[in-house]
């Protein structure tokens, strides 16, 4: 996807009807939205995207304390998944020759999978 191209996200209504609240944090002129969830098992989810840099950015938390952070750029989409009591999101991303995917699930439980493919044109 060529630099000047947009990252497509769901609009506000759409995040608020996938983390069931507001974001934590949005600074929407500079493109920046960051949201967290935390599900009954005390797994949080904190989930932050930039339009204008096309980045996104997952980070999973156990009882406040910083397991897992990921950060992808190159994102080229964002889609909704709200079917059959799943909540969440699948991501789209293109970087040169590099293709990845990312998987989120809110709802009933928090799950995050980030996977690439090199040459995955």
């Not at 000047?4 to 996200?9: H, L």
């Not at 507001?22 to 929407?28: G, I, T």
């Not at 789209?92 to 709802?107: N, P, R, Y």
Request: aromatic share 12%.
């Amino acid at each position: 996807m060529p630099a000047n191209e947009q990252f497509s996200v769901p609009d506000e209504y759409l995040m608020f009807e996938i983390f069931e609240q507001e974001p934590l944090e949005a600074f929407p002129e500079e493109g920046f939205w960051c949201y967290e969830v935390t599900d009954n098992k005390g797994v949080t989810l904190r989930f932050s995207f930039n339009l204008f840099e096309r980045s996104v950015q997952t980070t999973l938390l156990m009882n406040g304390r910083d397991v897992q952070t990921v950060c992808h750029e190159g994102a080229v989409s964002l889609t909704p998944v709200l079917e059959q009591g799943n909540r969440g999101l699948r991501g789209k991303f293109q970087f040169g020759t590099e293709a990845s995917t990312l998987e989120i699930q809110v709802s009933p439980e928090i799950k995050v999978k980030w996977t690439t493919l090199l040459n995955g044109k």
